[in-house]
């Protein structure tokens, strides 16, 4: 199962949540779709954690790191369950109003230490420049204007 975190406090509108969709399309095993904000009770998440067989985390970058509501997820998870993980793959994607998705570039290293604490492998992160314009253009196929690659 491929655990799939938003970590965007806007929900399932989010610009976040459209990414998370977009890789669902491509997913042939199963998964799981969590909105962090909601889901309050670590513990159901250090379960789902432990069953997963990845994890993608979805959010917004905020003032150039991680948005304050994922960080404390974060440190609250590092503080009551690091190390119990076996290596499991995490992944992240993440969108930023700036064109320039190197400006994602520290969201990306500090979700990468945070996975190197909890015994998480790190398989990389994908930063997406102009999310609130690529979030805007669902109806546009992905080969497609700003869609393409
Ligand atoms: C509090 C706050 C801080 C933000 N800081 C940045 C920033 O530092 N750089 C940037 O490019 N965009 C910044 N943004 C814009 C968001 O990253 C952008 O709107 C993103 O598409 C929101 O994604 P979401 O819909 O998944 O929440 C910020 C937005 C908010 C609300």
Redesign the pocket.
Known sequence: MILLL?G???KS???????LNLLKTQLKDSYESVQLYQRKDLNVMKDLLQKADACVI????????V?AQVMEFMEQMYLRYQGQFAQLPVYVIT????Y?SE??NVLLEIVKNWCSKMGFFYGGGLAI?A??ML?TLKKVPLDQGPNNN
């Open positions: 938003n965007s406090l806007r509108k989010s610009n976040s949540n459209h990414f979805g959010m917004p970058v905020y003032v150039d790191g948005p969108n930023l109003g700036f320039e400006q994602g420049g999310g609130e979030g």
